[in-house]
């Protein structure tokens, strides 16, 4: 199968301004090398000092020849704007400026690269050209801080490749009763997606074409054993829930076409328990965990938000609903756990049963109990069977979502925070999450700017890093969950006096 995590190559090129030294640039150059060496970050060290455009010239022969797809464009001195910012321009990949700091009070003739005025003049003219790079919060530093820049910028550059090469898979119309989902398509041509949406049927079809799979016994062992004995509760139906993982699989492997990584955004109900006699959601789950996310209700721009969480932080996302607030009698019972946050802070977190089992405290498979209610209320659960239950483990969260909207464009938000160690006492997957200052983020973010109901979920801290690649991209409208300090644009200033 093939891999669904873009291979990023980083590859740096120093520059030096002709009436300085050019040994200064490729000392601190190699000074840079020598600290991702030692920190087992590979970069490629292109040995030419671009001075001129034919140094810029070889030197991008040279990168391209070692298959360099993200590109550091280092002022070790004050650097030449014309040829760094034209080897910029030609080079294909991702592109990054940054600068030397100046070193020791004791070198400050011949050891002095001026370049912190150097990016000033690679910023101007990087404008004139009309080249988007990444230029770091401050993009001055020692060869430690520019490897630091260097691990920031890698991770950018993963989530831009990885987009540009992506497709999104859809099976099924979006859902009526879920407008919120139905978004145009034409953002994702706009960011290089590539999209193929299919019909239910065409599912359903390739679905039964896989009933005597020979790989239908070894799937079904593999997820009973991560479900263990305690919680495999419908051993049941594992065959027909690893005959649909299969057909998944086998579609995107033979649908990927001219892209080079995959994500589904597939329809779950109404009719897909009927029809397929399980619900997907433990399905959903386990292909996630895998790298290839899974939106649920056929969300398009779930699934993106998803894949650009997965890559930001390099392990499973989710999808979850921003779904109910939070007894208070839940919240006083367990505010040992809860801490400063306050009961508008939190809300829980919930789907069906797509969470990746590896983020849960205890994964169970059960049925859909909403579904249960309304097809098989009076017998045993059947068709209603499939999802994983069980509270999010403790961890940090960033939720985000990238929309696209009906106006044609796009918005976003990032809201850093944490899920909390805290028995729900309910059924799907879901947790108790604290964003601070929820309750104004929810009211001048959430419904003041029309977002769904469906939040991506990385399990870790990564806003700095999709703010900085969201601004890349061009995406202007990048929201947050703002400090008390700060109002929101539409927030009345004049508190209640109640």
């Known amino acids: 199968m093939f891999s669904n995590y873009p291979d990023v190559k980083l590859g740096i090129v120093a520059v030096s301004r002709d009436c300085f030294p050019a040994s200064l640039s490729e000392r601190r150059r190699t000074a840079v090398v020598d600290i991702c060496k030692k920190n087992k970050l590979d970069i490629f060290e292109c040995n030419i000092i671009v001075e001129n455009e034919i140094d810029a010239m070889n030197a991008l022969a040279s990168v391209k020849n070692a298959g360099v797809n993200a590109l550091l464009i280092y002022l070790g001195n004050f650097g030449p704007e014309g040829p760094e910012t034209m080897l910029a321009k030609k080079f294909n990949g991702e592109v990054m400026f940054a600068a030397a700091a100046e070193e020791t009070k004791d070198d400050m003739i011949n050891g002095r690269g001026d370049a912190l005025c150097g990016m000033l003049n690679a910023s101007y003219n990087l404008n004139l050209r009309g080249i988007t790079a990444y230029i770091p919060e401050y993009p001055v530093g020692t060869a430690d801080e520019v490897y630091k820049m260097l691990l920031d910028f890698e991770i950018i550059s993963r989530i831009k490749i990885g987009l540009k090469g992506l497709k999104v898979i859809s099976f099924g119309p979006r859902p009526y009763d ?169 809300f829980m977190g919930f789907h069906c049963g797509n969470t990746p089992i590896c983020h849960l405290k205890k994964g169970e498979m059960k049925y859909q109990l909403i579904m249960k209610r309304t097809l098989e209320p009076d017998v045993e659960p059947d068709v209603s069977r499939g999802t994983l239950d069980g509270d999010l483990a403790p961890s940090p969260v960033t939720l985000f979502r990238l929309q696209y909207t009906a106006d044609s464009v796009f918005k976003s938000y990032i809201a850093e925070g944490e899920v909390l160690d805290v028995p729900t006492g309910s059924f799907g997957g879901i947790g108790v999450i604290a964003i601070p200052e929820l309750a104004r983020f929810y009211r001048h973010v959430l419904i003041e700017g029309h977002f769904p109901h469906h939040s991506g979920v990385g399990f870790d801290r990564c806003g700095r890093i999709l703010f900085d690649t969201l601004k890349l991209m061009g995406i202007k409208d990048i929201a947050f969950n703002q400090p008390e300090s700060m109002l929101y644009k539409s927030e009345n200033p004049f508190k209640s006096n109640t």
């Not at 509760?233 to 990927?256: C, G, H, S």
Request: net charge negative.
């Open 178 to 346: 879920f407008l919120a989902c139905n978004a145009p398509i034409k953002g994702l041509y706009d960011l290089g997606i590539e999209i193929q949406e299919n019909s239910e049927l065409d599912l359903f079809e390739s679905f039964g074409k896989h009933a005597d799979d020979p790989r239908i016994e070894a799937v079904a062992a593999e997820m009973a054993a991560e479900l263990t004995s305690e919680g495999n509760n419908y051993p049941a139906v594992l065959p027909k829930l690893a005959q649909y993982e299969i057909t998944l699989m086998d579609w995107a492997e033979a649908n990927r076409g001219a892209s080079k990584h995959v994500v589904f955004a597939n329809k779950c109900w109404p009719a897909f328990q009927t029809m397929f006699k399980f619900v997907p959601c433990y399905v959903n789950s386990r292909l996630t965990a895998r790298g290839f996310p899974v939106a649920c209700e056929t969300d398009i721009y779930g699934a993106v938000s998803e894949y650009m969480l997965y890559l930001a932080t390099g392990c499973a996302p989710t999808l979850l609903d921003i779904n109910n607030s939070v007894p208070f009698d839940l919240y006083e019972k367990y505010k040992p756990s809860i801490g400063n946050y306050k009961p508008t802070d939190l």
